[in-house]
């Protein structure tokens, strides 16, 4: 089964409110993920949390990691149209290792 | 900079035809390469990934195989496509460590 799986599986909100998303895991981890993709397009990095960090925050992103509950969340704040895409989350395999796993994702769209 | 070139952006082919992607990379020496497919609305499925010259991990068996004849070239091939080969084929490259992958902007695959 997915290592990561991101909750919920759609997402539309109007411009200017905040979108959250959710991503569980099974497994130990060394880091979390997350990725956006434009549709039809290749993954762009958003950032990186590592698993003795909590919180970590980029512009308008603020990711949360709870190792406890082997999941973390996404919020993008004051969202903006440009923001629509598919939102990933990825872990590794806890021993380092070169590979990871990415969940479904989520479709956030932002309408103006 | 690092660079990363994915070609084509769009192919159709026949059951039974041969398949080549090529991937290059380039402004690094020596990455990790990685190509995943995607169906549609799904994540990202890692087929093959490799960290070396000649060096190819399979992920999943599959009528699908890739090499590496160069340091920064990621071919992936196949002697006789399925219907089930369509589907959106993405090459990304990392640093061992760093955990961070780049993706190239994808080729989508249609077998008809």
């Known amino acids: 089964s997915q290592q990561g799986e991101e909750d919920p599986q759609a997402l539309s909100i109007q411009e200017g409110e905040n979108a959250t998303m959710n991503c569980s895991y099974k497994?130990?981890?060394?880091?979390l993920q997350w990725y956006r993709q434009n549709s039809g397009r290749g993954l762009v990095h958003l950032i990186l949390?590592?698993?003795?960090?909590r919180e970590k925050h980029s512009g308008r992103l603020r990711v949360t990691l709870d190792t406890s509950k082997k999941s973390s969340s996404l919020l993008i704040t004051a969202s903006r149209a440009a923001d629509t895409a598919s939102y990933f989350c990825?872990?590794?395999?806890?021993?380092?290792?070169?590979?990871?796993?990415f969940g479904p994702g989520t479709r956030l769209s932002v309408l103006p | 900079s690092q660079t990363i070139h994915q070609w084509p952006a769009t192919l159709v082919q026949p059951v039974g035809s041969p398949l080549s992607l090529e991937c290059t990379v380039e402004?690094?020496?020596?990455?990790?390469l990685y190509w995943y497919r995607q169906a549609a609305g799904r994540g990202l499925q890692l087929l093959f990934y490799?960290?070396?010259?000649?060096?190819i991990s399979s992920e999943v068996p599959q009528n699908l195989s890739a090499s590496r004849p160069q340091d920064r070239q990621f071919i992936l091939s196949s002697k006789k496509l399925l219907l089930s080969d369509s589907g959106f084929y993405l090459c990304?490259?990392?640093?061992?460590?760093?955990?961070?992958?780049?993706f190239g902007a994808g080729t989508r695959l249609s077998v008809l």
């Open positions: 990304a490259w990392g640093r061992g460590g760093k955990n961070i992958q780049y």
């Open positions: 497994t130990s981890i060394n880091n």
């Open positions: 949390i590592r698993s003795n960090e």
């Open positions: 990825a872990t590794d395999n806890g021993d380092y290792g070169q590979n990871f796993v």
């Open positions: 402004g690094t020496s020596n990455p990790n």
């Open positions: 490799s960290v070396g010259i000649g060096q």
